[in-house]
Structure formats: C-alpha cells, structure tokens
C-alpha cells in the first residue's frame, strides 16, 4: 500500500489526497504536524530533502511535490482520466491547475507566511492582507478563465472532475482559513459546491483526516 506522508490543513496534501480518491487509491496515511514544526525535524529530513508536504512512497520509491505525484498517479492509473484527451483540453486544464500552483500556493505556504510575519512584523492582519493580495489576483483570474469557456458543464473543464478541480478545491479551502473573500467568485463556488458534493472529494476534506483537531 502507498504512504501518503500530509498534514491535514496542508492544500497540497489536500489536493493529492482528492486525486488519490478519485482514483480510487488506497493509502496509509501518515501524519506530518506542520504546526508542530515535525517536518523541520532530522527524521522527516531524510523522507522528504525540501521537509514539505506531501511525500507518497510507492514501493520503498518517495515522490515528491504534489504536481509531480498528481501526474505520476495520473499516468499509471489513468481511469478515470482527470486529464482530458485532447492536447489542447489538457493544456487548458493545466494553466488552471498552475495559477494555484505556480502563482497562488507558492507565495502563500507556511514558509512565507513565516518569512513575511518575522522579517516584516506583520500581524495576523498583516500576513491575511497579503494572501489575499495573490488570492484575489489568482481567483479573478479562474473567474475569467471559467466565465469564457461556454462548454463548462458544472466543473473546470467540461462535465466531470479534473486535476484543476483538485487544486481550486484545496487551495479556497486554505483562502478561507486566511479570510479571503470568496463572495466575488460566482463561477469558482458553483466549481467548489458541484466537487463537494462528490465523495472523493468530502473523503479528502481536512476536517475528515485522523490529524484533524489534534
């Protein structure tokens, strides 16, 4: 069985665990405590050399970063496709995913979140004014990209879930946390109601993980 070393609250755990579900993959899962500063330890060092999360180990092998794992999974367990078939479909669902990946997570993980609390003296309102700052840019972003494609049927791309889906579930779930306002976001909150709905989805909801709460 695959080990999926997470954190609960962490959206790239949170992403990778909903694509774990839909693949209808079976995991151990092992809890690494960011709030606790676990992965900064010697003993998670030598799982994973970036201490971030996730980490899957599939047959002794570690993989890291979650888009890499989200398209390792995607190529060996191909059904149900999360991809779409065609390259232009594929390249369409892909800038999705990368805006959250590239241009929103990034900027907004635990370590900046940090660098600009300690170097800057900025409070909580500090640090919430500027996740918000690239959450805004992001999702106004998602928002004119879903608003323009008229073949959408309740998802990112077409009628059913794909990787970008993944990643816009978790990452408004951690714009939330930082009160972000999501109200402006007609289309992504259709998005988000239609996953939620989908067991894979509620299955790989933080609030539902053994490290919840804890």
Not at 76 to 105: C, E, F
Not at 156 to 172: G, M
């Amino acid at each position: 069985m695959m080990k999926l070393y997470n954190f609960h609250a962490s959206s790239t755990s949170y992403r990778t665990r909903i694509v774990l579900n839909l693949k209808g993959l079976e995991y151990e899962y092992i809890s690494i405590r960011l709030d606790r500063g676990e992965h900064l330890g010697f003993s998670y060092g030598e799982i994973n050399p970036m201490r971030g999360v996730p980490t899957l180990e599939v047959d002794g092998v570690r993989l890291y970063q979650s888009p890499a794992i989200i398209e390792y999974l995607e190529e060996l367990y191909p059904d149900p496709p999360l991809l779409p078939q065609d390259a232009l479909g594929r390249a369409q669902v892909r800038a999705l995913a990368s805006i959250v990946g590239s241009d929103m997570h990034p900027v907004n993980n635990l370590r900046i979140r940090n660098f600009v609390r300690d170097t800057y003296k900025q409070d909580a309102d500090g640090v919430a004014a500027w996740i918000g700052l690239w959450n805004q840019a992001g999702f106004s972003a998602i928002e004119t990209m879903l608003r323009a494609d008229k073949y959408r049927k309740g998802f990112c791309y077409s009628d059913a879930p794909t990787i970008a889906d993944a990643y816009l579930v978790a990452h408004a779930f951690s714009a939330v946390r930082f009160k972000t306002d999501m109200s402006p976001y007609t289309e992504i909150n259709a998005v988000i109601a239609n996953c939620n709905a989908l067991k894979p989805f509620a299955d790989a909801h933080p609030s539902k993980q053994p490290d919840a709460g804890g």
